[in-house]
């Protein structure tokens, strides 16, 4: 997703839609590059904000989907109504469909 030569986000495939806000939660992992490793190793987990239908991540920070998008709003609405939006979850492409 994103990296430098310090460090990667890696996010998953898998979304939380929430299509009144047109957003897409994502988990992530931070990575730190370790020289003694030669490559990239956790560090810790990220929620992560896109808009719909774009690459480029908008927002991330270590802490809840509900948490990360509240601070993400600056406060434009409460905590306990981001609680209670309808949301669903998005599989990555070529995902084999949810068996019932």
């Known amino acids: 997703m994103e990296s430098d030569e310090d460090y990667q986000i890696v996010i998953s495939g898998w979304a939380v839609h ?23 190793l956790p560090d810790f987990a990220v929620t992560v ?22 601070n993400y709003l600056h406060g434009k609405t409460d905590v306990e109504r981001l609680g209670q939006l309808f949301c669903f979850i998005r599989m ?9």
Not at 18 to 40: K, R, S, T, V
Not at 54 to 60: A, F
Not at 92 to 100: I, Q
């Open 18 to 40: 929430i299509p009144e806000l047109g957003l897409n939660l994502h988990e992530g992992i931070f990575c730190n590059y370790d020289a003694e490793e030669g490559g990239y």
């Open 49 to 70: 904000i896109k808009e719909e239908g774009q690459e480029e991540w908008l927002y991330y920070e270590q802490d809840d989907f509900v948490i990360t998008l509240a």
């Open 92 to 100: 990555p492409d070529g995902s084999p469909p949810a068996e019932e």
